[in-house]
Nanobody, 125 residues
Framework: QVHLVESGGGLVQAGGSLRLSCSAS????????MGWFRQVPGMEREFVAA????????YSAESVKGRFTASRDNTKNTVYLQMNSLKPEDTAVYYC??????????????????WGQGTQVTASS
């Protein structure tokens, strides 16, 4: 089992920045990759970014490329999502997720095995 807890969401003005954290516990040695997804009511869960557990490989959705960056602190079992130049359309509940295998489909929610509880991010215009 892997347990994930997100933190760092909140309300920010458009153009501002937030950093989300996701702390992992349990069988963290089995994690291959960590992903960040977001969801608004009535919509599908959307891929945002991902980082390998080694921290060496990162991926970003086109909609956030150049603004959001996923990273991992190798001294802690924690991954981050740095969000800059936030836009109102970035408003959503953000989730981190753990993927235990090396599937190339890092952008698909159903590839991930464990999920955090989510944290609300609101960017006001």
């Amino acid at each position: 089992q892997v347990h994930l807890v997100e933190s760092g969401g909140g309300l920010v003005q458009a153009g501002g920045s937030l950093r989300l954290s996701c702390s992992a516990s349990g069988r963290t040695f089995s994690i291959y990759r960590m992903g960040w997804f977001r969801q608004v009511p009535g919509m599908e869960r959307e891929f945002v970014a991902a980082v390998s557990w080694s921290g060496l490989q990162t991926y970003s959705a086109e909609s956030v490329k150049g603004r959001f960056t996923a990273s991992r602190d190798n001294t802690k079992n924690t991954v981050y999502l740095q969000m800059n130049s936030l836009k109102p359309e970035d408003t959503a509940v953000y989730y981190c997720a753990a993927d235990l295998d090396s599937s190339p489909y890092y952008y698909q929610p159903n590839e991930y095995d464990y999920w955090g509880q989510g944290t609300q991010v609101t960017a006001s215009s």
